[in-house]
Protein backbone atom coordinates (compact mmCIF):
# COMPACT_ATOMS: atom_id res chain seq x y z
CA UNK A 1 0.00 0.00 0.00
CA UNK A 2 0.85 3.28 -0.61
CA UNK A 3 0.39 5.67 2.60
CA UNK A 4 -0.43 9.30 2.85
CA UNK A 5 0.52 11.59 5.58
CA UNK A 6 -3.69 11.21 5.93
CA UNK A 7 -3.45 7.55 6.74
CA UNK A 8 -0.68 7.69 9.31
CA UNK A 9 -1.50 9.37 12.62
CA UNK A 10 0.40 7.60 15.18
CA UNK A 11 4.01 6.54 15.09
CA UNK A 12 5.05 3.79 12.92
CA UNK A 13 7.17 1.26 14.55
CA UNK A 14 7.53 -1.81 11.80
CA UNK A 15 10.03 -4.89 11.21
CA UNK A 16 10.76 -6.13 7.78
CA UNK A 17 13.82 -7.82 5.80
CA UNK A 18 14.35 -4.79 3.69
CA UNK A 19 14.12 -0.74 4.12
CA UNK A 20 14.67 1.51 1.21
CA UNK A 21 15.33 5.10 1.93
CA UNK A 22 14.03 6.70 -1.30
CA UNK A 23 11.60 5.66 -4.30
CA UNK A 24 13.59 6.45 -7.36
CA UNK A 25 15.68 5.34 -10.06
CA UNK A 26 17.59 3.65 -7.79
CA UNK A 27 14.91 2.57 -4.98
CA UNK A 28 11.94 1.57 -7.06
CA UNK A 29 14.14 -1.27 -8.96
CA UNK A 30 15.54 -2.47 -5.91
CA UNK A 31 11.45 -2.51 -3.73
CA UNK A 32 10.07 -4.15 -7.15
CA UNK A 33 12.91 -6.90 -7.20
CA UNK A 34 13.24 -7.70 -3.86
CA UNK A 35 9.44 -7.91 -2.77
CA UNK A 36 8.91 -10.03 -5.91
CA UNK A 37 11.74 -12.17 -4.37
CA UNK A 38 9.93 -12.93 -1.35
CA UNK A 39 11.07 -10.34 0.89
CA UNK A 40 8.97 -8.13 3.21
CA UNK A 41 9.94 -4.47 1.53
CA UNK A 42 9.70 -1.05 3.17
CA UNK A 43 10.34 2.34 1.74
CA UNK A 44 10.15 5.78 2.99
CA UNK A 45 9.89 8.25 0.67
CA UNK A 46 10.24 12.21 1.77
CA UNK A 47 7.93 13.92 -1.01
CA UNK A 48 4.48 13.24 -1.32
CA UNK A 49 2.78 10.56 -3.74
CA UNK A 50 1.08 11.89 -7.05
CA UNK A 51 -1.18 10.74 -10.14
CA UNK A 52 -1.80 11.54 -13.70
CA UNK A 53 -4.81 13.67 -12.36
CA UNK A 54 -2.44 15.59 -10.50
CA UNK A 55 0.08 16.40 -13.35
CA UNK A 56 -1.69 19.64 -14.09
CA UNK A 57 0.77 21.31 -16.63
CA UNK A 58 1.07 24.03 -14.27
CA UNK A 59 4.92 24.80 -13.90
CA UNK A 60 4.60 26.36 -10.30
CA UNK A 61 2.28 23.95 -9.02
CA UNK A 62 4.53 21.01 -10.02
CA UNK A 63 7.58 22.70 -9.06
CA UNK A 64 6.39 23.42 -5.02
CA UNK A 65 5.32 20.16 -4.97
CA UNK A 66 7.43 17.78 -6.88
CA UNK A 67 10.53 19.10 -6.40
CA UNK A 68 13.33 19.45 -3.42
CA UNK A 69 13.46 23.43 -2.52
CA UNK A 70 10.69 24.07 -5.00
CA UNK A 71 13.35 23.54 -7.79
CA UNK A 72 15.39 26.27 -6.44
CA UNK A 73 18.46 23.88 -5.46
CA UNK A 74 21.67 25.48 -6.43
CA UNK A 75 25.13 24.94 -6.17
CA UNK A 76 27.28 27.00 -4.16
CA UNK A 77 30.42 27.99 -6.61
CA UNK A 78 31.14 29.66 -10.09
CA UNK A 79 29.29 29.54 -11.69
CA UNK A 80 26.80 28.77 -9.41
CA UNK A 81 24.33 25.92 -11.03
CA UNK A 82 20.43 25.44 -10.92
CA UNK A 83 20.81 20.96 -9.66
CA UNK A 84 17.33 20.61 -9.73
CA UNK A 85 15.94 17.38 -7.62
CA UNK A 86 12.78 15.47 -7.57
CA UNK A 87 11.09 14.77 -4.34
CA UNK A 88 7.92 12.72 -4.62
CA UNK A 89 7.10 9.06 -5.27
CA UNK A 90 9.54 7.96 -8.05
CA UNK A 91 11.90 10.54 -6.94
CA UNK A 92 13.47 12.23 -10.16
CA UNK A 93 12.34 9.73 -12.58
CA UNK A 94 8.84 11.28 -12.17
CA UNK A 95 9.97 14.94 -13.19
CA UNK A 96 12.42 13.63 -15.86
CA UNK A 97 12.68 14.00 -19.69
CA UNK A 98 12.16 10.56 -20.21
CA UNK A 99 15.70 9.90 -22.10
CA UNK A 100 16.37 6.52 -21.95
CA UNK A 101 20.37 5.56 -23.12
CA UNK A 102 22.76 2.94 -22.55
CA UNK A 103 26.41 4.13 -20.70
CA UNK A 104 29.29 4.99 -23.22
CA UNK A 105 31.45 1.99 -23.55
CA UNK A 106 34.77 4.22 -22.73
CA UNK A 107 33.22 5.03 -19.91
CA UNK A 108 32.35 1.34 -18.46
CA UNK A 109 35.84 0.22 -19.61
CA UNK A 110 37.26 3.40 -17.29
CA UNK A 111 35.07 1.94 -14.64
CA UNK A 112 36.09 -1.63 -15.07
CA UNK A 113 40.08 -0.71 -15.10
CA UNK A 114 39.93 2.38 -12.87
CA UNK A 115 37.20 1.60 -10.34
CA UNK A 116 38.12 -1.72 -10.45
CA UNK A 117 34.65 -2.89 -11.57
CA UNK A 118 35.89 -5.68 -13.70
CA UNK A 119 32.63 -8.08 -12.88
CA UNK A 120 30.31 -5.42 -14.19
CA UNK A 121 31.27 -6.89 -17.81
CA UNK A 122 29.32 -5.32 -20.92
CA UNK A 123 27.66 -8.46 -21.68
CA UNK A 124 25.83 -8.75 -18.18
CA UNK A 125 24.67 -4.83 -18.37
CA UNK A 126 23.40 -5.08 -21.97
CA UNK A 127 21.04 -8.05 -20.42
CA UNK A 128 19.56 -5.80 -17.76
CA UNK A 129 19.22 -2.77 -20.19
CA UNK A 130 17.81 -5.29 -22.53
CA UNK A 131 15.67 -5.87 -19.98
CA UNK A 132 14.48 -2.35 -18.65
CA UNK A 133 13.91 -1.23 -22.29
CA UNK A 134 11.44 -3.89 -22.83
CA UNK A 135 9.91 -3.38 -19.30
CA UNK A 136 10.25 0.48 -19.67
CA UNK A 137 9.03 0.85 -23.84
CA UNK A 138 12.29 2.14 -24.06
CA UNK A 139 11.72 3.30 -27.96
CA UNK A 140 12.89 5.95 -30.16
CA UNK A 141 10.83 9.11 -29.95
CA UNK A 142 8.19 9.77 -32.75
CA UNK A 143 9.39 12.58 -35.10
CA UNK A 144 5.82 13.44 -35.58
CA UNK A 145 5.00 13.97 -31.99
CA UNK A 146 8.48 15.55 -31.46
CA UNK A 147 7.80 18.93 -33.08
CA UNK A 148 9.06 21.36 -35.60
CA UNK A 149 11.89 22.27 -33.15
CA UNK A 150 13.70 18.89 -32.86
CA UNK A 151 13.30 18.40 -36.60
CA UNK A 152 14.47 22.14 -37.66
CA UNK A 153 17.50 21.11 -35.20
CA UNK A 154 18.54 17.95 -36.76
CA UNK A 155 18.41 19.35 -40.46
CA UNK A 156 20.77 21.70 -39.15
CA UNK A 157 23.29 19.42 -37.38
CA UNK A 158 22.72 17.03 -40.95
CA UNK A 159 23.64 20.27 -42.90
CA UNK A 160 27.18 20.13 -41.68
CA UNK A 161 27.16 16.38 -41.59
CA UNK A 162 26.85 15.92 -37.71
CA UNK A 163 25.96 12.09 -36.18
CA UNK A 164 22.67 13.00 -35.03
CA UNK A 165 19.29 11.03 -34.49
CA UNK A 166 15.96 10.79 -32.48
CA UNK A 167 16.14 9.87 -28.62
CA UNK A 168 15.58 6.64 -27.04
CA UNK A 169 12.63 7.58 -25.07
CA UNK A 170 10.74 5.45 -21.91
CA UNK A 171 7.41 6.70 -22.89
CA UNK A 172 4.33 4.57 -24.23
CA UNK A 173 2.05 6.36 -26.70
CA UNK A 174 3.72 9.64 -25.96
CA UNK A 175 1.25 12.86 -26.91
CA UNK A 176 4.27 15.23 -26.92
CA UNK A 177 1.96 17.39 -24.28
CA UNK A 178 5.60 18.96 -23.35
CA UNK A 179 5.25 18.56 -19.65
CA UNK A 180 7.77 15.57 -18.88
CA UNK A 181 9.55 17.49 -16.42
CA UNK A 182 6.09 18.78 -14.57
CA UNK A 183 4.58 15.15 -14.69
CA UNK A 184 3.59 13.45 -17.26
CA UNK A 185 -0.38 13.61 -17.31
CA UNK A 186 -1.43 10.82 -19.48
CA UNK A 187 0.99 8.27 -18.01
CA UNK A 188 3.22 8.08 -21.23
CA UNK A 189 6.66 8.13 -19.32
CA UNK A 190 7.17 5.13 -17.61
CA UNK A 191 8.74 6.39 -14.31
CA UNK A 192 9.54 4.67 -11.52
CA UNK A 193 5.89 6.25 -10.12
CA UNK A 194 3.98 4.34 -12.63
CA UNK A 195 6.49 0.97 -12.65
CA UNK A 196 8.28 0.12 -10.19
CA UNK A 197 6.46 1.56 -7.35
CA UNK A 198 3.24 0.28 -8.60
CA UNK A 199 4.20 -3.10 -9.14
CA UNK A 200 6.50 -3.19 -6.17
CA UNK A 201 2.82 -2.42 -3.99
CA UNK A 202 1.72 -5.06 -5.87
CA UNK A 203 4.05 -7.82 -4.46
CA UNK A 204 3.57 -6.77 -1.23
CA UNK A 205 6.10 -3.63 -0.71
CA UNK A 206 4.77 -1.09 1.78
CA UNK A 207 5.43 2.78 0.90
CA UNK A 208 5.37 5.39 3.37
CA UNK A 209 5.42 9.24 1.92
CA UNK A 210 5.87 12.60 3.56
CA UNK A 211 8.52 10.39 5.63
CA UNK A 212 12.11 11.72 5.24
CA UNK A 213 14.77 9.24 6.91
CA UNK A 214 17.09 11.49 9.81
CA UNK A 215 19.19 8.11 10.95
CA UNK A 216 20.32 4.69 10.33
CA UNK A 217 20.23 2.28 13.39
CA UNK A 218 23.79 0.53 13.16
CA UNK A 219 24.83 -1.90 16.03
CA UNK A 220 28.08 -3.46 16.27
CA UNK A 221 29.02 -2.62 12.82
CA UNK A 222 25.61 -3.30 11.06
CA UNK A 223 22.76 -1.45 9.93
CA UNK A 224 19.63 -2.83 11.50
CA UNK A 225 17.05 -0.47 10.66
CA UNK A 226 16.28 3.74 10.00
CA UNK A 227 14.72 6.16 12.58
CA UNK A 228 12.57 8.85 10.76
CA UNK A 229 9.73 11.66 10.78
CA UNK A 230 6.77 12.60 8.83
CA UNK A 231 6.73 15.68 7.24
CA UNK A 232 4.69 18.44 5.74
CA UNK A 233 5.04 18.04 1.76
CA UNK A 234 5.04 21.57 1.43
CA UNK A 235 7.36 23.38 4.40
CA UNK A 236 9.38 20.12 5.21
CA UNK A 237 8.22 21.11 8.87
CA UNK A 238 8.04 17.81 11.38
CA UNK A 239 5.31 16.34 12.02
CA UNK A 240 5.05 14.68 15.77
CA UNK A 241 4.46 11.37 14.51
CA UNK A 242 7.95 8.94 13.85
CA UNK A 243 8.76 6.19 11.99
CA UNK A 244 10.95 3.56 13.33
CA UNK A 245 11.34 0.54 11.07
CA UNK A 246 14.04 -2.75 11.93
CA UNK A 247 15.28 -4.46 8.84
CA UNK A 248 18.20 -7.17 8.24
CA UNK A 249 18.98 -4.81 5.49
CA UNK A 250 18.77 -1.26 5.09
CA UNK A 251 19.07 0.27 1.38
CA UNK A 252 20.01 3.71 0.94
CA UNK A 253 18.45 5.58 -2.36
CA UNK A 254 17.95 8.92 -1.81
CA UNK A 255 20.19 10.36 -4.78
CA UNK A 256 23.50 11.64 -4.55
CA UNK A 257 23.20 14.72 -2.93
CA UNK A 258 20.40 12.86 -0.31
CA UNK A 259 22.66 9.88 0.58
CA UNK A 260 25.77 11.45 1.02
CA UNK A 261 24.46 13.81 3.49
CA UNK A 262 22.39 11.57 5.40
CA UNK A 263 25.48 9.50 6.12
CA UNK A 264 27.64 12.40 6.32
CA UNK A 265 25.75 13.87 9.48
CA UNK A 266 25.69 10.60 11.06
CA UNK A 267 29.56 10.23 10.39
CA UNK A 268 29.38 6.89 9.22
CA UNK A 269 30.52 4.80 6.05
CA UNK A 270 33.10 7.22 5.74
CA UNK A 271 36.54 5.75 6.49
CA UNK A 272 37.86 6.34 3.24
CA UNK A 273 37.20 9.94 3.76
CA UNK A 274 35.18 9.86 0.17
CA UNK A 275 31.31 10.52 1.03
CA UNK A 276 29.84 13.52 -0.83
CA UNK A 277 33.18 14.18 -2.44
CA UNK A 278 33.57 13.26 -6.55
CA UNK A 279 30.35 14.91 -7.59
CA UNK A 280 29.85 15.01 -11.19
CA UNK A 281 26.94 16.79 -12.44
CA UNK A 282 26.94 16.94 -16.17
CA UNK A 283 26.41 20.64 -16.48
CA UNK A 284 23.73 21.75 -19.45
CA UNK A 285 24.42 25.45 -21.43
CA UNK A 286 21.39 26.31 -23.77
CA UNK A 287 21.00 28.11 -26.35
CA UNK A 288 17.88 29.95 -28.10
CA UNK A 289 16.89 30.41 -31.86
CA UNK A 290 15.00 33.23 -33.91
CA UNK A 291 13.72 32.10 -36.66
CA UNK A 292 11.22 33.93 -39.14
CA UNK A 293 8.68 31.05 -39.20
CA UNK A 294 6.45 29.74 -36.31
CA UNK A 295 8.26 26.64 -34.81
CA UNK A 296 4.82 25.29 -33.65
CA UNK A 297 5.55 25.25 -29.88
CA UNK A 298 4.21 24.50 -26.98
CA UNK A 299 3.37 20.96 -28.17
CA UNK A 300 5.97 18.69 -28.70
CA UNK A 301 8.43 16.37 -26.69
CA UNK A 302 10.61 18.41 -24.82
CA UNK A 303 13.94 16.04 -25.21
CA UNK A 304 13.72 14.02 -28.06
CA UNK A 305 16.30 14.25 -30.64
CA UNK A 306 20.49 14.66 -30.37
CA UNK A 307 23.91 14.96 -31.82
CA UNK A 308 26.53 12.70 -30.68
CA UNK A 309 29.12 13.40 -33.01
CA UNK A 310 31.21 15.04 -30.41
CA UNK A 311 30.51 12.48 -27.36
CA UNK A 312 34.08 10.96 -27.31
CA UNK A 313 35.04 14.56 -26.08
CA UNK A 314 32.18 14.66 -23.57
CA UNK A 315 29.88 16.83 -25.16
CA UNK A 316 26.64 15.33 -25.84
CA UNK A 317 23.58 17.76 -27.23
CA UNK A 318 19.50 17.02 -26.28
CA UNK A 319 16.48 19.05 -26.97
CA UNK A 320 13.42 19.19 -28.31
CA UNK A 321 10.34 21.65 -27.56
CA UNK A 322 10.09 22.94 -24.02
CA UNK A 323 7.34 24.73 -22.53
CA UNK A 324 7.62 29.25 -22.05
CA UNK A 325 8.79 28.62 -18.85
CA UNK A 326 11.31 27.28 -19.39
CA UNK A 327 12.45 29.20 -22.35
CA UNK A 328 12.11 32.21 -20.44
CA UNK A 329 14.77 31.17 -18.14
CA UNK A 330 17.37 30.72 -20.82
CA UNK A 331 16.96 34.61 -21.70
CA UNK A 332 19.56 36.27 -20.09
CA UNK A 333 18.18 39.35 -20.20
CA UNK A 334 15.58 41.58 -17.69
CA UNK A 335 12.30 43.89 -18.01
CA UNK A 336 11.37 44.74 -21.66
CA UNK A 337 13.69 43.17 -23.59
CA UNK A 338 12.90 39.96 -22.10
CA UNK A 339 9.77 40.44 -22.21
CA UNK A 340 9.85 41.78 -25.97
CA UNK A 341 12.05 38.63 -26.83
CA UNK A 342 9.69 36.11 -25.03
CA UNK A 343 7.04 37.19 -27.36
CA UNK A 344 8.26 35.68 -30.04
CA UNK A 345 8.11 32.81 -28.26
CA UNK A 346 6.34 30.63 -31.18
CA UNK A 347 9.02 32.11 -33.73
CA UNK A 348 11.84 30.59 -30.65
CA UNK A 349 13.75 26.60 -30.59
CA UNK A 350 15.88 25.63 -27.49
CA UNK A 351 18.59 23.33 -27.56
CA UNK A 352 20.63 22.21 -24.83
CA UNK A 353 24.53 20.71 -24.58
CA UNK A 354 25.68 18.27 -21.67
CA UNK A 355 29.74 18.11 -20.84
CA UNK A 356 30.82 15.51 -18.89
CA UNK A 357 33.06 17.16 -15.69
CA UNK A 358 36.21 15.68 -16.03
CA UNK A 359 38.56 19.18 -15.26
CA UNK A 360 35.83 20.40 -12.53
CA UNK A 361 35.44 19.53 -8.67
CA UNK A 362 32.37 19.21 -6.46
CA UNK A 363 31.35 17.78 -2.93
CA UNK A 364 27.92 17.33 -1.16
CA UNK A 365 29.04 18.80 2.41
CA UNK A 366 27.15 18.95 5.56
CA UNK A 367 27.93 22.51 6.58
CA UNK A 368 27.19 23.80 9.99
CA UNK A 369 25.18 26.94 8.74
CA UNK A 370 23.19 25.29 6.25
CA UNK A 371 20.31 25.22 8.01
CA UNK A 372 19.77 20.96 8.26
CA UNK A 373 20.05 21.01 4.60
CA UNK A 374 23.12 19.32 2.24
CA UNK A 375 25.20 22.17 0.18
CA UNK A 376 26.79 21.12 -3.01
CA UNK A 377 30.15 23.00 -3.74
CA UNK A 378 30.91 22.62 -7.27
CA UNK A 379 33.60 24.62 -9.39
CA UNK A 380 33.41 24.46 -13.21
CA UNK A 381 36.98 24.58 -14.43
CA UNK A 382 39.81 23.92 -16.74
CA UNK A 383 38.43 21.75 -20.22
CA UNK A 384 34.93 21.48 -18.91
CA UNK A 385 35.26 25.39 -19.44
CA UNK A 386 36.55 24.86 -22.95
CA UNK A 387 33.53 21.94 -24.10
CA UNK A 388 30.64 24.40 -22.53
CA UNK A 389 32.02 26.84 -24.59
CA UNK A 390 33.02 24.70 -27.96
CA UNK A 391 29.12 23.08 -27.18
CA UNK A 392 27.37 26.23 -27.80
CA UNK A 393 29.26 27.22 -30.81
CA UNK A 394 28.22 23.89 -32.43
CA UNK A 395 24.67 24.57 -31.29
CA UNK A 396 24.62 28.03 -32.92
CA UNK A 397 26.65 27.01 -36.14
CA UNK A 398 23.63 24.09 -36.29
CA UNK A 399 20.87 26.71 -36.00
CA UNK A 400 22.06 29.00 -38.89
CA UNK A 401 22.40 26.05 -41.22
CA UNK A 402 18.71 25.51 -39.90
CA UNK A 403 17.80 28.73 -41.02
CA UNK A 404 17.84 30.67 -37.87
CA UNK A 405 18.40 34.65 -37.96
CA UNK A 406 20.05 35.15 -34.68
CA UNK A 407 21.02 33.22 -31.41
CA UNK A 408 21.06 33.68 -28.04
CA UNK A 409 23.88 32.22 -26.28
CA UNK A 410 24.67 32.03 -22.60
CA UNK A 411 27.96 33.44 -22.66
CA UNK A 412 28.50 37.39 -21.32
CA UNK A 413 29.79 39.87 -23.96
CA UNK A 414 28.48 37.07 -26.54
CA UNK A 415 24.40 36.80 -25.84
CA UNK A 416 23.28 37.67 -29.11
CA UNK A 417 25.31 36.24 -32.25
CA UNK A 418 23.76 37.88 -35.21
CA UNK A 419 26.07 35.76 -37.74
CA UNK A 420 29.67 34.49 -38.91
CA UNK A 421 31.09 37.60 -37.55
CA UNK A 422 29.88 37.34 -33.95
CA UNK A 423 30.26 33.29 -34.05
CA UNK A 424 34.67 33.69 -34.97
CA UNK A 425 34.46 36.71 -32.37
CA UNK A 426 33.40 34.09 -29.59
CA UNK A 427 35.31 31.07 -30.76
CA UNK A 428 38.24 33.36 -30.47
CA UNK A 429 37.28 34.76 -27.23
CA UNK A 430 38.34 33.94 -23.99
CA UNK A 431 35.69 32.32 -21.45
CA UNK A 432 35.83 31.81 -17.71
CA UNK A 433 33.05 29.43 -15.76
CA UNK A 434 31.74 32.82 -13.96
CA UNK A 435 31.24 33.83 -17.78
CA UNK A 436 28.11 31.41 -18.25
CA UNK A 437 24.53 32.40 -17.53
CA UNK A 438 21.91 30.51 -16.07
CA UNK A 439 23.65 27.34 -16.14
CA UNK A 440 21.69 24.09 -15.37
CA UNK A 441 22.64 20.49 -14.13
CA UNK A 442 20.88 17.48 -13.62
CA UNK A 443 22.64 14.33 -13.11
CA UNK A 444 24.59 14.75 -9.79
CA UNK A 445 26.52 11.12 -9.45
CA UNK A 446 29.55 10.31 -8.07
CA UNK A 447 29.34 10.99 -4.18
CA UNK A 448 29.33 7.43 -2.77
CA UNK A 449 31.25 5.77 -5.61
CA UNK A 450 31.35 2.04 -5.43
CA UNK A 451 34.76 0.75 -6.39
CA UNK A 452 37.69 -2.45 -5.26
CA UNK A 453 39.34 -0.33 -2.90
CA UNK A 454 38.01 0.08 0.48
CA UNK A 455 40.47 3.74 0.59
CA UNK A 456 39.04 5.26 -2.67
CA UNK A 457 35.59 3.81 -2.52
CA UNK A 458 32.23 3.99 -0.23
CA UNK A 459 30.82 0.45 -1.05
CA UNK A 460 31.89 -2.27 -2.68
CA UNK A 461 31.18 -3.93 -6.53
CA UNK A 462 28.12 -5.08 -4.58
CA UNK A 463 26.80 -1.73 -3.70
CA UNK A 464 26.99 -2.73 0.28
CA UNK A 465 29.00 -0.45 2.53
CA UNK A 466 33.05 -1.39 3.20
CA UNK A 467 32.40 0.02 6.60
CA UNK A 468 28.54 -0.82 7.84
CA UNK A 469 27.49 -4.88 7.29
CA UNK A 470 24.31 -5.10 5.22
CA UNK A 471 23.82 -1.25 4.08
CA UNK A 472 23.75 -0.67 0.44
CA UNK A 473 23.42 2.07 -1.57
CA UNK A 474 21.41 2.11 -4.99
CA UNK A 475 21.60 5.61 -6.77
CA UNK A 476 23.37 8.23 -8.40
CA UNK A 477 25.99 8.43 -5.87
CA UNK A 478 27.35 4.95 -6.82
CA UNK A 479 28.04 5.89 -10.25
CA UNK A 480 31.91 6.18 -10.19
CA UNK A 481 31.39 8.86 -12.48
CA UNK A 482 29.04 10.60 -14.89
CA UNK A 483 28.07 7.89 -17.80
CA UNK A 484 28.71 10.47 -20.67
CA UNK A 485 24.93 10.31 -21.24
CA UNK A 486 21.46 10.83 -19.22
CA UNK A 487 22.01 8.44 -16.41
CA UNK A 488 18.55 7.03 -15.33
CA UNK A 489 18.83 3.70 -17.25
CA UNK A 490 22.52 3.14 -15.58
CA UNK A 491 21.00 3.72 -12.34
CA UNK A 492 18.39 1.35 -12.74
CA UNK A 493 20.66 -1.02 -13.65
CA UNK A 494 23.28 -0.73 -10.68
CA UNK A 495 20.43 -1.14 -8.75
CA UNK A 496 18.89 -4.16 -10.20
CA UNK A 497 22.23 -5.58 -10.06
CA UNK A 498 22.58 -4.80 -6.46
CA UNK A 499 19.22 -5.98 -5.24
CA UNK A 500 20.54 -9.60 -6.61
CA UNK A 501 23.40 -9.42 -4.30
CA UNK A 502 20.83 -8.17 -1.29
CA UNK A 503 18.83 -11.65 -2.03
CA UNK A 504 22.15 -13.45 -2.49
CA UNK A 505 23.14 -11.94 1.21
CA UNK A 506 19.34 -12.79 2.45
CA UNK A 507 19.11 -15.94 1.42
CA UNK A 508 22.73 -17.17 1.66
CA UNK A 509 22.03 -18.58 -2.21
CA UNK A 510 24.87 -18.47 -5.32
CA UNK A 511 24.46 -14.97 -7.11
CA UNK A 512 22.38 -13.99 -9.76
CA UNK A 513 21.39 -10.48 -10.44
CA UNK A 514 17.70 -10.69 -11.77
CA UNK A 515 15.46 -12.60 -9.73
CA UNK A 516 11.93 -11.04 -9.98
CA UNK A 517 9.09 -12.67 -10.72
CA UNK A 518 8.41 -9.47 -13.45
CA UNK A 519 11.67 -10.18 -15.41
CA UNK A 520 10.82 -14.32 -15.59
CA UNK A 521 7.25 -12.84 -17.01
CA UNK A 522 9.18 -10.71 -19.54
CA UNK A 523 11.16 -13.20 -21.09
CA UNK A 524 8.81 -16.15 -21.30
C1 LIG B 1 14.46 18.07 -14.87
C2 LIG B 1 15.24 16.79 -14.97
C3 LIG B 1 15.22 16.07 -16.16
C4 LIG B 1 15.95 14.87 -16.25
N1 LIG B 1 15.88 14.14 -17.41
C5 LIG B 1 16.50 12.94 -17.47
C6 LIG B 1 16.36 12.13 -18.64
O1 LIG B 1 15.68 12.48 -19.59
N2 LIG B 1 17.01 10.92 -18.65
C7 LIG B 1 17.80 10.51 -17.61
O2 LIG B 1 18.40 9.44 -17.72
N3 LIG B 1 17.91 11.25 -16.51
C8 LIG B 1 17.27 12.44 -16.39
N4 LIG B 1 17.36 13.16 -15.24
C9 LIG B 1 18.12 12.60 -14.12
C10 LIG B 1 17.49 11.36 -13.47
O3 LIG B 1 16.10 11.51 -13.32
C11 LIG B 1 18.19 11.13 -12.14
O4 LIG B 1 19.58 10.97 -12.41
C12 LIG B 1 17.70 9.91 -11.38
O5 LIG B 1 16.32 9.95 -11.15
C13 LIG B 1 18.44 9.83 -10.05
O6 LIG B 1 18.04 8.65 -9.40
P1 LIG B 1 18.33 8.45 -7.86
O7 LIG B 1 17.75 7.16 -7.45
O8 LIG B 1 19.76 8.71 -7.61
O9 LIG B 1 17.57 9.65 -7.11
P2 LIG B 1 16.08 10.16 -7.25
O10 LIG B 1 15.43 9.60 -8.46
O11 LIG B 1 16.15 11.64 -7.15
O12 LIG B 1 15.33 9.56 -5.97
C14 LIG B 1 15.71 9.92 -4.66
C15 LIG B 1 14.46 9.98 -3.79
O13 LIG B 1 14.87 9.92 -2.43
C16 LIG B 1 14.06 10.78 -1.65
N5 LIG B 1 14.79 11.16 -0.43
C17 LIG B 1 15.88 11.95 -0.31
N6 LIG B 1 16.26 12.03 0.97
C18 LIG B 1 15.40 11.28 1.68
C19 LIG B 1 15.28 10.97 3.08
N7 LIG B 1 16.15 11.44 3.97
N8 LIG B 1 14.25 10.17 3.46
C20 LIG B 1 13.35 9.67 2.56
N9 LIG B 1 13.43 9.94 1.23
C21 LIG B 1 14.45 10.72 0.80
C22 LIG B 1 13.84 11.97 -2.57
O14 LIG B 1 12.69 12.70 -2.16
C23 LIG B 1 13.68 11.29 -3.93
O15 LIG B 1 12.33 11.04 -4.22
C24 LIG B 1 16.69 14.39 -15.13
C25 LIG B 1 16.72 15.13 -13.96
C26 LIG B 1 16.00 16.32 -13.86
C27 LIG B 1 16.04 17.11 -12.58
S1 LIG C 1 5.85 14.68 -23.94
FE1 LIG C 1 3.91 14.71 -22.81
S2 LIG C 1 2.93 12.73 -23.21
FE2 LIG C 1 5.06 12.58 -23.82
S3 LIG C 1 6.06 11.74 -22.02
FE3 LIG C 1 6.31 13.96 -21.88
S4 LIG C 1 4.57 14.67 -20.69
FE4 LIG C 1 4.12 12.55 -21.32
Known sequence: MIYG????????????????????????????????AGYSVVVLE??????????????????????????????LGVPSILLPL????????????????????????????????????????????????????????????AGKVAQTFLRGAEKLGLSSGWLPRNAKDCE????CVFGCPNDS??????????????????????CRVERIKVEDGRAVGVIGSFVDPLTGKRKKNRVDIDARVVVLAAGAVCTPYLLLRQGICNSSGQVGKNLEIHP??????????????PKGIPQSSYVDEFKDEGIVLEGGTVPPEIHALALPFAGKKHFKLMSEYPRMGIFGGMVSDTDSWGRVADLPRAGGRPTMLYMLRGKDVEKAKFAVQIMTEIWFAAGARKVITPIAGHYEIRGVKDLKRLEKSRVEARDFYAMT??????????GDDPEWSVVRPTGESWDVENLYVCDGSVLPSSPGVNPQLTIMALALRTAGFIDDKLSGSETSALKSDNRRESEA
Open 176 to 179: GYGS
Open 5 to 36: LEDVDTHVRRTADVVIVGSGAGGGPVARELSG
Open 441 to 450: AYHPLGTCRM
Open 46 to 75: EGAYFTREDFNLDPVDSLVKMYRDAGQTMT
Open 284 to 297: AVQTVALFDEIMGP
Open 189 to 210: KQSVNVTFIPDAVANGADVYTC
Open 86 to 145: GKTVGGTTTINSGTALRILKPILRKWQVVHGLRDLTEEELNLIYAHLEEYLYVKRADPEV
